[in-house]
């Protein structure tokens, strides 16, 4: 009976992992571009990356979602703030990748 609860924890733990999506950014910035502006710096790195990105809009934000063969796919969205925009960053970087910022991280730093 023993080994079964351990199984079924272990069970549970791992599957909660596979299940659960991260709500919070992994990175929140502030930047004085507008988010057009802001976007139209990003888009020309991740290209020169060779990353897949599309682009959508509305009236105060631009989201940018960087496509994934291995993993979630990875958001990147500017939304009009007072004074600029505000940048909140959503990746699931791999364990090999967590070395140094991503392609995408990279460039939203730099585009500040």
């Known amino acids: 009976?023993?080994?079964?609860?351990?199984?079924?924890?272990?069970?549970?733990?791992?599957?909660?992992?596979?299940?659960?999506?991260?709500?919070?950014?992994t990175l929140t910035l502030q930047t004085t571009k507008a988010p057009a502006d802001y976007a139209n710096c990003v888009l020309p790195k991740l290209q020169h990356d060779a990353l897949t990105a599309t682009v959508s809009e509305t009236q105060r934000s631009y989201r940018i979602v960087v496509s994934s063969k291995v993993a979630a796919n990875d958001v990147l969205e500017a939304y009009k703030a007072n004074t600029g925009g505000k940048i909140f960053l959503?990746?699931?970087?791999?364990?090999a990748s967590t070395f140094g910022p991503s392609p995408l991280e990279r460039a939203a730093q730099e585009c500040l």
Request: glycine residues 4%.
């Open 1 to 25: 009976m023993k080994i079964f609860t351990r199984q079924a924890l272990v069970a549970s733990l791992l599957l909660s992992g596979c299940a659960s999506s991260p709500n919070a950014p």
């Open 90 to 95: 959503y990746e699931r970087a791999l364990l």
